[in-house]
């Protein structure tokens, strides 16, 4: 081969190297996807242009939806529906000077005495002894159990509208002979048979039927916020003619226990075997007697 022509063939190779230098990644061009042949004899890969990824759109986040309902309201708590109950009952202010006692005194040096009358069985005296008080202006208190008012209601209005009046017990029994709650409820009945009545509770004084009573039983009415009320004479007038009383000697027997504070026991009755009102009959004969020793006449309330 000529020079000329080797020299030809190296300016032709350079040319071809700058080519393909040229055709780097740097230059932007895209090498042809054809292989060319190693010089160690491998085949070369043919580099792959790389897919544009598109850009990654950032959307909101939805909100997790929540699997829980949606909370209800609590039903609200019912008001409990409140009972009406009665008032617990007043405290009993009984003082110390009455419990354990029944009296047969008030205590007083004043000459005053207490004129009382007990209805138990029969109505027989009552207009005569209300005529008597009524006209000579006396007080006086009344014991009346339930048995009374009950058989005698009129009677037993009569003498509430006058006079005050206490309880006697429902059925008049001995109360010493019964047990503690038969007792009680012969006081609570025969307080309510009284109001059942007459409109109006017994004032807070009782007395025993027969006078029959013992510490127990003075406890038991005392617990019931009851003062027990005796007596300082007893007139005997219940007795009548057949039991060798007199009217006479009614009168008697009240003025020779003549005391300040004094408590006369009488009853409304009559004796049930001669049918005589003694007490009635003698009434206007004591008070005159009291009153010319100097007495005045008050009721139980006044008195205590």
């Keep these: 081969?000529?020079?000329?022509?080797?020299?030809?063939?190296?300016i032709a190779a350079v040319v071809a190297s700058v080519a393909a230098c040229g055709s780097g990644t740097d230059g932007g061009t895209t090498p042809?996807?054809?292989?060319?042949?190693?010089?160690?004899?491998?085949?070369?890969?043919?580099?792959?242009?790389p897919t544009p990824v598109p850009p990654t759109t950032t959307r909101p986040t939805s909100p997790t939806p929540t699997t829980r309902p949606p909370s209800t309201?609590?039903?609200?708590?019912?008001?409990?529906?409140?009972?009406?109950?009665?008032?617990?009952p007043t405290a009993c202010q009984l003082t110390a000077e009455y419990r354990g006692q029944d009296l047969t005194l008030v205590p007083t040096t004043s000459k005053v005495a207490v004129l009382t009358f007990d209805g138990g069985a029969s109505s027989t005296g009552v207009a005569s002894i209300l005529a008597t008080l009524a006209a000579k202006r006396a007080a006086a208190t009344f014991f009346l159990t339930g048995d009374f008012v009950r058989d005698h209601p009129a009677s037993a209005r009569s003498i509430s509208a006058a006079h005050p009046v206490?309880?006697?017990?429902?059925?008049?029994?001995?109360?010493?002979?019964?047990?503690?709650?038969?007792?009680?409820?012969e006081v609570r009945d025969g307080a309510a048979a009284v109001r059942a009545v007459t409109g109006r509770a017994p004032g807070p004084w009782f007395r025993f039927p027969y006078g029959a009573r013992d510490a127990r039983t003075i406890g038991l009415v005392n617990d019931e916020c009851y003062v027990a009320v005796r007596w300082t004479v007893d007139s005997l007038g219940w007795k009548g003619t057949s039991g060798g009383m007199t009217v006479a000697s009614v009168r008697d027997r009240v003025l020779a226990a003549a005391r300040p504070g004094m408590i006369v026991l009488m009853h409304v009755g009559a004796n049930p075997d001669d049918g005589t009102t003694l007490d009635a009959a003698a009434l206007p004969a004591i008070i005159d007697g009291l009153r010319a020793r100097g007495y005045r006449f008050?009721?139980?309330?006044?008195?205590?």
């Design 166 to 185: 206490g309880d006697h017990s429902d059925t008049h029994p001995d109360l010493t002979t019964l047990p503690s709650t038969r007792v009680v409820d």
């Design 32 to 49: 042809s996807p054809s292989a060319t042949a190693s010089p160690t004899g491998t085949s070369a890969t043919t580099p792959t242009t």
């Design 73 to 88: 309201p609590a039903a609200p708590t019912p008001t409990p529906t409140r009972t009406s109950t009665p008032p617990a």
């Design 1 to 10: 081969m000529s020079h000329r022509v080797r020299t030809w063939f190296a």
């Design 298 to 304: 008050v009721t139980l309330q006044q008195a205590l």
